[in-house]
């Protein structure tokens, strides 16, 4: 029998931390009905090491990336396990440095069963108290009529709140996000890639995705009914700022370009928007505690460059079917 989840987990240069939080929580888990597939694009092989050193007591399959970069190596996962493994109902991605709770993968199951959904996240819990920041900036957010996800009205965030279970939401993490197999093999719905233009850590491409199949296309997005994850943030931090602000600005744009495209859905309010990605900017050089803005403004510039050339070229309908998903068959 197929197993009923594949849980998949791209990594690079992380192999304690797979280790440690992804593969040990996954050890744990009462959920046995499953299989998990490494998609790794370290420098050296220490991940391997790490993961075939040892039996973890579940089936665990490894595989060298054969592309580099975060949406091209959950693409390649998924179309491996649509191959390998055709009988499987879910696909749950988690990051290198996530950690789930012993119910996380019995409540994705549970929650597809019952609520009749197209993607499920699982609820982010913080790991350690909630700090007094925490709570001044959700009470501004409150203040400026802002949601409890944060950024705006029309793009959510976690916040540094629990997330609760069972409610309905508008996108997913990629730390912790159920899919239904469905949404790839009849859908043809896989992650963008082109979100790597200015760097492989793809900023977004999870926001995009199930923000996509959610708004766009319909489909049902909840909370898990049960469970939870810790997103333990390790690794050196993505601080070069031009690319950052490159990506930042390219994607965004692409994302609601790939939304609005039609009308279906109402189009934010270009103020509000420009007000968004004014923010975002600053936010990126508070976390890099810089007054580096020249580079701020020549990825922007890479980016407006960048997207003449995107929507001149291609059609924002393909976003989210890769070229090499193109009139292909899974079976």
């Known amino acids: 029998m197929p197993p009923v989840i594949a849980v998949v987990i791209p990594t690079k240069n992380r192999g304690e931390a797979v280790e440690k939080y992804a593969l040990a929580s996954l050890a744990r888990s009462s959920f046995r009905d499953f299989v998990c597939v490494i998609w790794d694009a370290s420098d050296d092989d220490l991940t391997s090491d790490l993961v075939k050193g040892r039996s973890w007591g579940f089936d665990i399959q490894y595989f060298k ?40 993968l019995s409540g994705v199951a549970e929650t597809f069963e019952k609520q009749n959904a197209l993607l499920v996240n699982i609820p982010v819990k ?6 007094w920041r925490a709570r001044l900036s959700l ?5 400026l009529g802002m949601n409890r996800h944060g950024a705006t009205s029309f793009l959510y965030n976690y916040g540094g709140e629990d997330e609760p279970a069972g409610c309905n939401a508008d996108w997913a993490g990629g730390c912790g996000m159920g899919v239904d197999v469905s949404v790839f093999r009849d859908m043809r719905v ?17 926001l995009a995705f199930s923000l996509y199949v959610s708004k766009k296309l319909g489909g049902r997005l909840i909370n898990s009914l049960r469970g939870h994850l810790y997103h333990h943030v390790t690794g050196p931090p993505r601080l070069n700022i031009q690319n950052m602000a490159a990506s930042k600005w390219y994607n965004f744009h692409l994302l609601f370009d790939a939304i609005y495209v039609d009308g279906e859905q109402k189009r934010p309010p270009k103020l509000r928007f420009k007000l968004f990605m004014a923010a975002a900017a600053l936010k990126l050089l508070v976390r890099a505690r810089s007054f580096d803005l020249p580079s701020v403004l020549r990825g922007i510039s890479e980016a407006r460059a960048a997207l003449r050339r995107y929507r001149s070229e291609n059609d924002i309908s393909s976003l989210m079917r890769p070229r090499w998903d193109a009139g292909r068959e899974v079976k």
Do not use: C, I, W
């Open 139 to 143: 009470a501004m957010k409150r203040l």
């Open 126 to 131: 913080a790991p350690t108290p909630f700090s």
């Open 190 to 206: 896989f992650f963008p890639e082109e979100f790597q233009r200015f760097g492989g850590y793809a900023l977004g491409e999870d």
């Open 65 to 104: 990336a054969p592309r580099k970069g975060l949406t091209s190596q959950r693409n390649d996962a998924v179309r491996h396990v649509l191959s390998a493994f055709p009988g499987v109902k879910h696909v749950v991605f988690m990051d290198d440095d996530s950690e789930l709770s012993k119910d996380a």
